[in-house]
Nanobody, 123 residues
Framework: QVQLVESGGGLVQAGGSLRLSCATS????????MGWFRQAPGKEREFVAA????????YYPDSVKGRFTISRDNAKNTVYLQMNSLKPEDTGVYYC????????????????WGRGTQVTVFS
């Protein structure tokens, strides 16, 4: 089990950038695959990005590929999501996610969720 706390969300104009951080309290952070999901009102929670444990292999859906970058610093027990070229459709609550033994590209993989941070992109 790991506790996750997101930060860095906010209001940003279309085309702008935000960097989200997810601080964890897990003592075996490197054993977890980490990911980001987002949820807009009335929509299902969707996969945004994921990164594997030690190797740091990354995964993205086509909707964000080339714009978003996930990274992790195992020494700091922190995962990041750099979001560039933001679009209004990127608006939603962004959740950090952890999964033990798997890279979380689906909600069913997730063992622990953060409480979320709001990202609002206006045009």
């Amino acid at each position: 089990q790991v506790q996750l706390v997101e930060s860095g969300g906010g209001l940003v104009q279309a085309g702008g950038s935000l960097r989200l951080s997810c601080a964890t309290s897990g003592r075996t952070f490197g054993s977890y695959g980490m990911g980001w999901f987002r949820q807009a009102p009335g929509k299902e929670r969707e996969f945004v990005a994921a990164i594997s444990g030690i190797r740091g292999d990354t995964y993205y859906p086509d909707s964000v590929k080339g714009r978003f970058t996930i990274s992790r610093d195992n020494a700091k027990n922190t995962v990041y999501l750099q979001m560039n070229s933001l679009k209004p459709e990127d608006t939603g609550v962004y959740y950090c996610a952890a999964a033990l033994g798997v890279v979380p590209t689906m909600t069913a993989h997730v063992s622990d969720w953060g409480r979320g941070t709001q990202v609002t992109v206006f045009s």
